[in-house]
């Protein structure tokens, strides 16, 4: 059930509606937790009907992908929690709590590993294997942050959760399973524990994150993607200039997929009361690549900065281990995105563009000083010339990401710098990209906004400032918003790009 | 708190007016954009489903599918012929056809039945009949059954009910690039005339129009008659149907063009032939033509159907060989 399709807009209300019945009565009562404690069973005492009720949901949801894999989500769900009750055990020996950290993490990187790596290993042994393992949708998602923990018990960061069912609701949040934002328990656990009542303003607010995150998929994602695959597929065909035209579209598909997702799964949690980290900041706005990476995909760049770089030793002992640390993280990132090498190509290379960064960093900075002229004229191009620079060093390693192969990637590559005829910039027709005049209006128009959209949203809470103007124009933009998602829906649901890590 | 469920609905209800406006206009005006194939559904849906006043005078339907509305002309075969057959359907649609006009108009007289043996193994026009909303909601639930019975998954596939929902509603995610592709009402003239000639032919329809064609049929591609087991129940529901309300029933066969007769494995005829001779036993009332003819390929408009000239030929040797028996009208 993807959440661009009829299905999810049936599930959706459905869930919200009894959640919030559920929730008034858990509200209503004097003490909540006492009264439960007296009416349900055993085994449902502190988790509550509502939260029962989500969990219930979510691996119907989750099912709804592929009922099969339910089985492993709630293999997952026990062997961190096994695991939890030990690392976060402060009466228990250090020993102890080691051993469980490892056998708690081992065994779900091992799972992580097999469903992700086995048909490339089993490749290299025989061309048609007799095993193909299918890749349950959302793995690394949910083993990534159930991983957080474990982490954050054995730290002491996060008190033990005992309730196994509370514990099941964390992993299997039905608006964060597939895609993520990758939560952390300290975030998203004790969240579970509050009252989330019916909420006006806040619904209103969580509906517009959704229809933003709707609009960017519907409306530019799936237009961008017939353009991207038409010049990925026939590279062969293209010049260096078609070619960069379309890295540059693959990197404004991609940011719209993934963050649409991110915004709709985040809508969805407000809408029900429930706060989740914020996954994108703006990316295409960032002056540098170490930036860049602050702003995209937050949640799995935060993880890897909390429970990889920083246990690595993060910068405290001097600039090659610091630099060696953001290359291993960068390639390992590499390799969270799939098992073909070209992930890796592409999580290299931009560790790379971040350590030369850093490198070159002093030269810039003097380069800037010796410039003759200062004034906020300079100041403001200098900006939008580091805006630029980073956008396009992100473009490059973007070619690794989406081309099929790595000697695809050099090919792209390398034909953008040999082969770019600049003529081709004039004689290239929009239309030459597959799409026709609809789906460049609408793309067209749809970029526009969203660049407005970001532009607001680097300074104020755009939703919140939408939310601000008067009746007229919200609901100008309200309807322009709407026609402009309907006259999208009839691309075709495509899935959302990161189901497939 | 009362009032914020009450203001949430009331916006819903305001933020979906777009949603609304292009259902009501999918679901109002599909003449405009929709394509010749709907134009054919429509035809013979309001047919079968509207009283028909001269039914005294056209007591006889031909049914079954494109071979069956391409290979007989009614005008030319006698006066009291009307033909309900639609491209791509299978016995499923027409046993509702014929149901839906026997609830309306009374049985008809007689009935004349063409199915090519493609359709009885392969059912990939049921999207068609989706898309296009022939089934009523009631007689399309009553086929999931069937399917689910039969393990028909071409009925029932992963996202059966979301996509009847959706089509039902006329969601934009279904019609809305059909709107692009018709400019939403430019169609409407062009449509009006197909489905005023249809009319006006009794139901008649060209396929193909080529002065002749050596292009393989569908059957060419068939190994043997491994029919769907959904499809057999319904042609005996069909028969069942039309036996118990007394219609005089005879299956005729529609010719295949030569170069396809060339080439069609004996399996499928053989098989066929076989299932139709088994027919005959538990329908000895009803006559039963189980060999194909063959027809030069000039005669053919596609590798599928017959050509005007073709189907002139066909109704022709009908007629006679009805005479020749002394069939009475």
Redesign the interface.
């Given at each position: 059930m993807l959440f661009n399709?009829?299905?999810f807009a049936v599930f959706f209300p459905a869930v919200v509606i009894i959640y919030f019945l559920l929730e008034r009565k858990r509200g209503s009562e004097v003490s909540p937790e006492a009264e439960e404690n007296r009416r349900l069973p055993a085994f449902l005492k502190g988790c509550g009907l509502s939260n029962l009720w989500l969990l219930v949901s979510s691996y119907f949801y989750y099912m709804c992908a592929d009922a099969r894999f339910a089985l492993l989500l709630l293999f997952v769900t026990a062997t961190t929690y096994a695991a939890g009750l030990v690392t976060g055990n402060e009466s228990a020996d250090k020993r102890k709590k080691k051993m469980a950290l490892a056998a708690g993490t081992i065994a779900n990187i091992l799972i992580l590993f097999f469903f992700k790596y086995f048909n490339l290993l089993a490749g290299l042994f025989s061309e048609d294997p007799a095993l193909k393992v299918v890749l349950p949708v959302g793995i690394s998602f949910y083993i990534f942050q159930s991983l957080t923990y474990l982490f954050d018990t054995y730290k002491g960061k996060c008190p033990i959760e005992r309730n196994f069912l509370k514990y099941a609701l964390f992993v299997s949040f039905f608006p964060v399973l597939l895609a993520g934002p990758i939560e952390r328990a300290t975030h998203l656990l004790p969240q579970f524990d509050k009252v989330h009542h019916?909420d006006?303003e806040r619904?209103?607010h969580g509906l517009i994150r959704m229809a933003y995150g709707y609009f960017l998929k519907l409306v530019i994602a799936q237009r961008l993607a017939i353009a991207v695959d038409l010049i990925y597929d026939n590279s062969t065909e293209c010049t260096g200039y078609q070619l960069f035209l379309g890295s540059v579209l693959f990197v404004i598909q991609i940011y719209c997929d993934f963050a649409s997702y991110s915004s709709i799964a985040i809508g969805a949690a407000e809408v029900m009361g429930f706060t989740l980290t914020e996954n994108f900041r703006q990316p295409f706005l960032a002056v540098s690549c170490g930036e860049q990476w602050r702003r995209w995909h937050i949640s799995l760049n935060g993880w890897f900065r909390d429970y990889v770089y920083i246990p690595l030793g993060g910068s405290r002992h001097g600039r090659f281990r610091k630099y060696l640390n953001v290359m291993i993280v960068f390639t390992l990132s590499g390799a969270w995105h799939g098992a073909e090498l070209h992930y890796l190509c592409w999580g290299a290379l931009a560790g790379f563009f971040q350590v030369m960064e850093d490198i070159l960093k002093p030269l810039r900075e003097r380069i800037v000083k010796g410039f003759p002229i200062h004034n906020a004229l300079t100041g403001r191009l200098h900006h939008i010339l580091q805006i630029l620079l980073t956008f396009f060093l992100f473009v490059i390693s973007a070619v690794f990401f989406r081309a099929a192969s790595v000697a695809d990637g050099v090919y792209i590559t390398k034909k953008m710098w040999t082969d770019f005829e600049w003529n081709s910039i004039f004689t290239t027709s929009p239309f030459d990209l597959g799409l026709g005049v609809?789906h460049l209006l609408f793309v067209t128009a749809g970029l526009v906004m969203m660049i407005i959209y970001s532009l607001i949203n680097e300074k104020k809470d755009a939703a919140a400032v939408l939310l601000s103007q008067k009746t007229a124009v919200r609901?100008g933009i309200?309807?322009l918003v709407?026609?402009m998602i309907?006259?999208s829906?009839?691309?075709?649901?495509q899935q959302f790009i990161y189901f497939a890590f | 708190m009362k009032n914020d469920y009450i203001k949430l609905i009331k916006k819903f209800i305001l933020i979906s007016l777009p949603l609304i406006a292009m259902c009501l206009f999918a679901y109002l005006f599909p003449m405009g954009y929709m394509t010749t194939e709907y134009v054919l559904w429509t035809e013979e849906k309001d047919y079968v489903n509207q009283w028909q006043n001269d039914t005294q005078i056209l007591d006889t339907l031909i049914v079954g599918d494109s071979r069956a509305k391409s290979s007989i002309i009614p005008e030319e075969l006698h006066d009291s012929i009307y033909n309900i057959g639609i491209g791509g359907s299978t016995p499923i649609e027409m046993y509702y056809a014929v149901k839906n006009f026997i609830a309306v108009n009374g049985a008809p007289k007689r009935v004349f039945i063409i199915f090519a043996p493609y359709h009885f193994i392969n059912m990939d026009n049921w999207n068609q009949t989706i898309y296009n909303n022939y089934l009523k909601p009631a007689e399309q639930a009553e086929v999931v059954g069937e399917a689910i019975k039969t393990g028909n998954k071409v009925v029932c596939y992963k996202g059966w009910l979301t996509d009847a929902v959706s089509y039902r509603l006329r969601l934009p995610s279904k019609y809305l690039a059909q709107e692009y592709e018709g400019r939403f009402i430019k169609l409407k003239e062009e449509n009006q005339k197909k489905y005023d000639s249809i009319r006006a032919d009794r139901g008649y329809c060209e396929f193909g129009t080529d002065p002749g064609s050596d292009a393989e049929n569908y059957e060419v591609h068939c190994e043997a008659f491994d029919p769907l087991e959904i499809v057999l129940t319904y042609y005996d529901k069909l028969l069942s149907l039309l036996t118990e309300n007394g219609v005089e029933v005879r299956v005729f066969q529609a010719p295949f063009n030569q170069s396809s007769a060339e080439q069609v494995a004996p399996e499928l005829l053989n098989g066929y032939s076989d299932y139709l001779k088994g027919q005959m036993k538990k329908y000895p009332e009803i006559i039963f033509e189980t060999e194909i003819p063959v027809y030069d390929n000039r005669y053919f408009g596609d590798g599928n159907h017959l050509n005007r000239e073709g189907a002139r030929k066909y109704t022709k040797e009908l007629k006679e060989k009805l005479e020749e028996e002394g069939f009475e009208w």
């Open positions: 399709s009829v299905g019916f006006y619904i209103r609809f609901w309200y309807y709407v026609i309907l006259g829906t009839s691309i075709g649901a | -």
